[in-house]
C-alpha cells in the first residue's frame, strides 16, 4: 500500500530525513518510534502532502506522490499530534464544515455515526471548548475519517489523555486496522506498540535503524524483555 523510497529531506543546512527506505502492507499497523526530532513527524508531514520531499519518492496506493498528490490526499487521513478543530463550534458544527472540506458530502446521520464510532454518541450538541482532552482526540479522528480514506497516519493520537480514552482508541484504531485500514502510528508508549502493531520502526537522526517486529528485534538486540529491547534500539 505504501512504498517509501530513498526519502530524504533536509532543510538549510538541518537534515531531517536521511534515505528512508519502508514498505507498508495493506491493512498494516505500524508504529514509529524514536526521540524527539528523529523525524517521525517530518516522515508523516510528506506522506500527508504537506512536505515535499527533497529526494527520493512515495507511491500510495500506487499512486506517485510527485505525481498525484490530489489523488493520495483522496485516500489518507491525517490525524495531527495537535487538535484540529475549531474550540467555539459543536461537534456537529466541526463534523459539518470537515465535510464540506471534502469530496464526499455526509449527511447529519452519516457524521453521527462517525461521532458514535468513536463513542462520542450524545455530544452532537456540544461545543468543542466543553469537551474532555480525550473526547477531542476521538473527535481529531472521526474528522479524519469523514472521506473514507484507506490509510490512516497519526501522530500521537493518545497523548495527554486519560487511560479510559486511550484504551478506547486503541480498540477502535484495531477495529479499523481488522477491516483493512492501512496505519502508520507514531507513539512514545511502548504498550502500544505491544498492543496495536504488527510491525515497528525506529528512526534516529533521519534515519531507520530498524523495521521488524518485537521478536525480530530480540534477535537484533540480544534482550528478552520489551522495554530493554526498546531502549537498546534507541540509544545503541
Known sequence: ???????????????????????????EVIGLLGPNGAGKSTLLSILSTITAPSSGNVTIGGLSLKKNQKAIREVIGYVPQ??????????????KMWSKMTSRSLSNEQLQSLCSAVQLEGRWKEKVKNLSGG?????????????????????????GIDLQSKLEIIRYIKQLAAKGKTIIYITHDLNEILDVCHRFAVLKEGKLEFVGTMDQAKEKTGEEAEENVVYKLLHD
Open 1 to 27: 500500500m505504501i512504498e517509501i523510497n530513498n526519502v530524504s529531506k533536509t532543510y538549510g543546512k538541518k537534515r531531517s530525513l536521511a534515505n528512508v527506505t519502508l514498505t507498508v502492507e495493506s491493512g
Open 82 to 95: 495537535d487538535i484540529a478543530l475549531w474550540e467555539e463550534l459543536s461537534v456537529k458544527e466541526n463534523m
Open 135 to 159: 473526547m477531542k482526540r476521538k473527535l481529531n479522528i472521526a474528522v479524519s475519517l469523514i472521506h473514507e480514506p484507506s490509510v490512516l497516519l497519526m501522530d500521537e493520537p493518545t497523548v
